[in-house]
Every structure is written in structure tokens, then in C-alpha cells.
């Protein structure tokens, strides 16, 4: 809130700068670091970590936001949007997980992301290899069968 010269009391908007400064504050409280972790982590130092949190000083560049993103566990549009440069109703949300699992895997080794897709992969095609159990009039008996020899369980499907 500032003051004219006649006295009266008047509020601005808060500068970009500020609530991004916000953002990246709670966020970083939320996630337990320390400005010093936030920024070794995005590869900035401490003080232009703590003039980002204060909205001091000029705006940060994209490369900025995309270190200090990264760091959060974050996307870019993120931090952009938290700032008010974009609309947040355009940008489809990614949930905390997404956000983290992405950080973690653009952390690991090329040959730890190829682990990872393959195993991804993986899980993708049984979840959606698995088809719809179609009703029945009758229980009829199921056999689950290891290796497609054994039987492991004989039951029959009951209300």
C-alpha cells in the first residue's frame, strides 16, 4: 500500500517479480530446503535466490526459470503462471508426483531412462492388455494358471 500526497491510501498490483518471489518461497518452504539448497540445486547463488523470493531487481530469464523449475520439481509454465505472465486456466495441471518423477528421472543416467521407459513401457501394456470381464448369467469356474500349466487357484466367480 502506498501514499498519495493528498495522504490518501492506495494499493497497487503486485510486479511480477513479487509473486513470483512468493511462489518460490513457499514452494521451497513446502519442500523443506534452504535457499542455499534451492540454489545450489538450480545452479545460482544464494543471493540471487533471495532477491528472486523478494522481487527484487529485474525479471528473471528463461533460463532463470527454467533452473529454478527444475530444482522444484516444477515446469516452466509453473513458474509463469504463479508470476501471472500467463493465464493458469490455459495450461493443463500436472500433478506434485508428475512433476517430481520427471525431475528424477531427467537426474539419472541415459542408460537409468532407458531402464525406466522400458519398465514404463512395460506397465503400460499390461495395464491396457487387460480386458473387461463381460458379465455372465452364470458362475462359471476360473483357473488361473501359472505358466499356463499349473493350476494355481480353481474358484468360481459368486455374488
Same mark, same amino acid.
Given at each position: ?6 495522504? +490518501? ?11 513470483? *518471489? ?20 538450480? *545452479? ?22 527454467? +533452473? ?5 520439481g516444477a515446469s516452466r509454465s509453473d513458474l509463469m503462471k504463479a508470476?501471472?505472465?500467463?493465464? +493458469? ?7 506434485? #508426483? #508428475? ?5 528424477? &528421472? ?12 522400458? &519398465? ?10 487387460? +480386458? ?22 480353481? &474358484?468360481?466367480?459368486?455374488?
Amino acid at each position: 500500500m502506498t501514499r498519495t500526497a493528498g495522504g +490518501k491510501a492506495t494499493t497497487s498490483a503486485p510486479s511480477v517479480g513479487s509473486l513470483l *518471489g512468493i511462489w518460490v518461497r513457499q514452494t521451497r518452504l513446502q519442500q523443506g530446503l534452504s535457499q542455499r539448497e534451492l540454489a545450489d540445486a538450480a *545452479g545460482l547463488s544464494r543471493s540471487y535466490v533471495c532477491d528472486i523470493e523478494r522481487g527484487r531487481g529485474s525479471e528473471p530469464s528463461l533460463n532463470t526459470l527454467d +533452473k529454478l523449475a527444475g530444482a522444484l520439481g516444477a515446469s516452466r509454465s509453473d513458474l509463469m503462471k504463479a508470476s501471472g505472465l500467463i493465464d +493458469k486456466a490455459l495450461i493443463p495441471k500436472e500433478s506434485e #508426483e #508428475e512433476r517430481r518423477m520427471l525431475q528424477l &528421472f531427467r537426474d539419472i543416467s541415459t542408460d537409468g531412462q532407458g531402464e525406466v521407459m522400458r &519398465f514404463v513401457r512395460f506397465l503400460h501394456h499390461e495395464e491396457h492388455s487387460l +480386458k473387461q470381464a463381460t458379465f455372465l448369467d452364470e458362475p462359471e469356474p476360473l483357473t488361473v494358471a501359472a505358466n499356463g500349466n499349473q493350476p494355481l487357484a480353481l &474358484f468360481t466367480l459368486d455374488d
